[in-house]
């Protein structure tokens, strides 16, 4: 394609609606200007501003979630021509290389609050599950923290960009909308908060809630979940480390009876 | 839980409403957390670079909290209030070491230390940092806390909820609650609580294009503006000097870079000891030698370099393409980091990853092309402290301090106006969002539990909640039913515009006074705004088209007051008034909202300075081997 035509170019989008959680799902067509360093949410923003339709029909704006912009905050993923990602960092230029029309989906497995909107809450519940925490005494002052080698800093700082965004979930054969695997993203969290001197203090009770059913024994090993990963988290990694750590936990509280 | 036990509401779950939110539980009362986004999804997850605190290394090179105190008032230029900044800075230390304890994974040293950068407006390395993504770091330490709250049925909280209004009531004018609304079934609601915290940042938005989040719109301090309470410095807005604009965001490249050592240049060539603009401007950098490159900054900055405060490095940046040495005879300079050990750049990896998937190019490899954009919010609502008698800081626990004019009304975070005056240093903003939430959070706790006279929140009558809920939802009637014609986007659009190129980086009288003609147009078009939504769930379109009507609320206070200030001060640039004037404005600008002619009315006080007095602010700037400009061009100010 010339610079010349790219500059003035309309990109087909193709969008799955959903009026309400319990209503039908229908596609609409929009045609969108893209100009050159565009990505989804771009135009998505410009659709809302002008919501007709390829068919002429005036329709409502799409809803979908978004804040930061920059693949940093995790509200925008989508599943974008097959693939869940963030739609803020999906540069139209990019999706060409993979079809002319851009199809946008709400995740499956989630429920669709509206359009693209859809309820995350499970991700969240599941870092509850795992006490995904630091349990410091309070908020006084009371000196630093135990210190870290900067490999050990390094291990953890990987885990720590999670941003809860669902992409390995949303990619994952295990999990499923109606069942209770807790996901990679919690097991992984639970490696990281393992790996801290003072969060350790915890690592049995987040052992326990990962051994019970929606634990770590529902991971198939299908290894989908690392490879969509846009901050590059080593999940898999993580499941095998959990993995190791519940089984020596077993056998500890085996012989130890606690 | 007892029936009338007191309550406290934090409106925002960025640092700031976080900080709060575990300190006021943790001294025993209960919390309501509203936040339009999930917590964790906050906007404070963008910062990057890092967050200052004295530390040992730069003490036994002189560094102290004190002068971390006094670098933040230089920079500021002087507008801001001594006490608070004292306070904070002697509280850094103490800050970062709780963070530390909640597991914030800090980079290291080789004996396991933090490690520390440089940053901005400072000749010491007291910059604290998480890789390039600080923010996010902290951010999800204090989500994580809070979880742990919210287990211990602590912290109770509202995703999804949008604020609307503070409640005040009539007879006692304290704020006794709020109203807001479920953004999803669009439920209006009013929560009553003896305290209400506003931690619901920046106003970014209100430029079109910024460095901020979407949500950023200044919305929920403009409303609490048009209640009643008071702004603060509102004309203070910060012009980063090096972002990527973008179609829908203007990307950070944060200061980061040139703490780790990238540098700022521009292609030129050197005749008869003078800069002239590069005969081949578009040629690739790479290719470019060292003796065709104009490091601007280091050259006029011996002192500082690179790391001058971001208004000065901003304004470089804006005239040296005024002058028609930007990339490509265009708007853009380049930031480097492409010369940089590949050591120091895993540090600046967070950022790195941004630029080259927004932009295909490996900064690598390859020098970033960067320009201004609108950053921060200096101004917000106007608060109040209880000082020490010798100024040194405030005394600790005193229900005064960072609560608005507005009796149960707090301000912390970014929507605060104090701690950084006419200007922001690079890495001061996290430290004053954690420091409001956790030193300020136990004033609030005090004034509930100690200090509030007559009848509690909960036991009042339900007159005044229902009025406000009455407001707000005649308000939403009105936007659904309205038949008008101008659309929504379109009117944003050109506020951030005109916004943009009349009051960033230069701001004159005549261009900011067009500007002014513009808003009153558009408030008067709002009137016949249209909505392409009129249902009732998950209604993006009615929260967007609410939010922009106090945008322009917000925007004309700003504007006004960028207007009246006819000085220069920090980010506060008027070619028409060069100069600093402190016998003229020395002055907080306080703009109070005149509902019945819906203007602002401004009015000025006095900035004491009991520990510091204001000198020249240069960072050591020599006039050097200056540029032969070609002819100044009229160009918009800022990326937008
Ligand atoms: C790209 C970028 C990089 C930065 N890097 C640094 C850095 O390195 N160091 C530094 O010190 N500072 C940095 N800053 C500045 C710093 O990030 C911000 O000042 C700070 O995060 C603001 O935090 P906050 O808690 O005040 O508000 P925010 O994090 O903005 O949170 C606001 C909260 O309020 C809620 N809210 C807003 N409106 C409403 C409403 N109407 N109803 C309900 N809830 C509402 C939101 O949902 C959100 O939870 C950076 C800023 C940007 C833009
Ligand atoms: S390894 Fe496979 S089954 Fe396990 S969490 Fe990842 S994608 Fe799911
Ligand atoms: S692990 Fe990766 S894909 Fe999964 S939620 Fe976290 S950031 Fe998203
Ligand atoms: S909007 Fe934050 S990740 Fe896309």
């Known amino acids: ?258 | 839980m007892a029936k009338n036990q007191p309550r406290i509401i934090v409106v925002g779950g960025g640092l700031a409403g976080l900080a709060a939110s575990v300190r006021i539980a943790e001294a025993g009362l209960p919390v309501d957390l509203f936040s339009m986004v999930p917590v964790k999804r906050s906007h404070s997850v963008c910062a990057q670079g890092g967050i200052n605190a004295c530390n040992e290394v730069a003490r036994q090179q002189g560094y102290s909290e004190w002068l971390h105190m006094d670098e933040t008032l230089y920079g500021g230029d002087f507008l801001n209030h001594q006490p608070p900044v004292y306070e904070m800075t002697h509280w850094a230390p103490k800050i970062i070491d709780l963070m530390d304890r909640m597991g914030v994974p800090f980079n290291r040293t080789s004996e396991g230390q933090r490690d520390l950068r440089m940053f901005g407006g400072s000749l010491f390395k007291r910059t604290h940092f998480a890789g390039a993504t600080t923010g996010q770091q902290l951010l999800y330490a204090l989500d994580e806390q809070t979880r742990r709250y919210e287990t211990q049925g602590k912290i109770n909280k509202y995703e999804f909820w949008e604020f609307l209004w503070p409640v005040i009531d009539p007879d006692t004018e304290r704020c006794v609650g709020i109203v807001a609304q479920d953004m999803r079934s669009m439920q209006v609601r009013s929560f009553r609580a003896d305290a209400v915290v506003m931690a619901t940042g920046g106003c970014g938005v209100v430029f079109g294009k910024s460095t901020m989040s979407v949500i950023c719109t200044g919305g929920a301090a403009s409303r609490c503006y048009q209640a009643g309470a008071w702004l603060g410095n509102p004309e203070f807005v910060q012009v980063h000097p090096t972002a990527i604009p973008g179609e829908d965001k203007c990307r950070l490249m944060s200061e980061s870079a040139r703490g780790e050592g990238g540098r700022v240049w521009v292609p030129a060539v050197k005749k008869d000891g003078k800069w002239h603009p590069h005969p081949d401007a578009g040629k690739h950098p790479n290719q470019i030698p060292q003796s065709e490159r104009w490091y601007i900054l280091e050259e006029k900055y011996p002192k500082y370099g690179n790391l001058v405060p971001r208004d000065i490095a901003t304004r470089e940046i804006f005239f040296i393409c005024q002058q028609g040495f930007g990339v490509g005879g265009g708007r853009m300079v380049y930031l480097d980091v492409s010369h940089l050990p590949e050591q120091t750049k895993h540090k600046l990896d967070g950022i790195l990853e941004i630029y080259e998937k927004f932009t295909g190019d490996n900064p690598r490899q390859v020098p970033m092309k960067i320009f201004p954009a609108v950053h921060y919010s200096m101004g917000g609502l106007y608060t109040v402290y209880t000082p020490k008698p010798d100024g040194k800081g405030m005394v600790h626990g005193d229900p005064n301090n960072m609560m608005t004019n507005v009796t149960g009304l707090y301000a912390f975070g970014e929507v605060n106006y104090q701690y950084h005056g006419a200007t922001r240093l690079g890495a001061n903003a996290l430290l004053n969002c954690i420091f409001d939430g956790l030193y300020c959070g136990l004033g609030v706790a005090n004034y509930v539990r100690d200090h509030i006279k007559g009848t509690r929140a909960v036991d009042l009558p339900p007159t005044a909640f229902d009025k406000a809920q009455q407001q707000e939802e005649n308000k939403i009637k009105r936007l659904i039913e309205s038949d008008g014609q101008s659309n929504p986007y379109e009117l944003h659009q050109r506020l951030g515009d005109e916004m943009t190129d009349s009051c960033t980086v230069v701001r004159e009288e005549s261009r900011m006074r067009q500007a002014y003609d513009v808003l009153r147009e558009l408030k008067a078009q709002y009137k016949n705004v249209r909505l392409s939504d009129t249902g009732m769930w998950t209604n993006q379109n009615l929260s967007f088209t609410r939010a922009l009507g106090d945008m322009l609320i917000y925007a004309e206070a700003l504007l006004a007051a960028s207007i009246l200030r006819k000085e220069s001060r920090g980010s506060h640039y008027r070619p028409d008034y060069p100069e600093r004037d402190d016998a003229k404005f020395h002055k907080t600008t306080i703009a109070k909202y005149d509902a019945a002619n819906d203007q602002p009315i401004l009015e000025y006080e006095p900035v004491p300075s009991p520990l510091v007095e204001p000198r020249a602010r240069t960072y050591g700037k020599v006039e050097t081997g200056e540029a032969n400009a070609t002819d100044q061009q009229k160009q918009p100010a800022a990326a937008r």
């Open chain 1, 1 to 258: 394609m010339s610079s010349e035509t790219n500059k003035n170019r309309t990109i087909r989008f193709k969008i799955k609606r959903q009026d309400a959680p319990d209503s039908p799902s229908y596609w609409d067509e929009f045609d969108a200007p893209c100009p050159p360093g565009a990505n989804v949410i771009s135009c998505l923003l410009w659709i809302a501003a002008n919501p007709t339709t390829t068919t002429g029909r005036q329709a409502t704006p799409v809803a979908w979630d978004c804040n930061c912009l920059e693949e940093v905050c995790g509200a925008c993923t989508m599943v974008i021509n097959g693939r869940a990602r963030q739609s803020c960092s999906a540069l139209i230029d990019e999706l060409q290389k993979e079809d002319p029309v851009v199809t946008l989906e709400p995740m499956s497995k989630f429920p669709v609050v509206r359009d693209l909107v859809v309820d995350r809450s499970r991700i969240f519940n599941a870092l509850t599950k795992v006490k995904a925490w630091v349990p410091v005494d309070g908020m006084h002052a009371m000196g630093p923290g135990p210190t870290e080698t900067p490999q050990q800093q390094e291990t953890r700082y990987a885990l720590s960009r999670c941003m809860s965004c669902g992409c390995c979930l949303e990619a994952c054969p295990q999990y499923l909308i109606d069942n209770e695997f807790i996901g990679a993203h919690a097991i992984s969290q639970a490696r990281y908060f393992n790996a801290h001197a003072t969060g350790a203090s915890l690592a049995g009770n987040r052992l326990d809630a990962l051994e019970g059913p929606g634990g770590i024994t529902d991971c198939g090993n299908a290894q989908n979940c690392v490879k969509v990963c846009p901050k590059e988290i080593p999940l898999t990694e993580s499941i095998a480390d959990i993995g190791r750590q519940t089984t020596v936990h077993a056998i500890e509280k085996f012989f130890t009876g606690k």
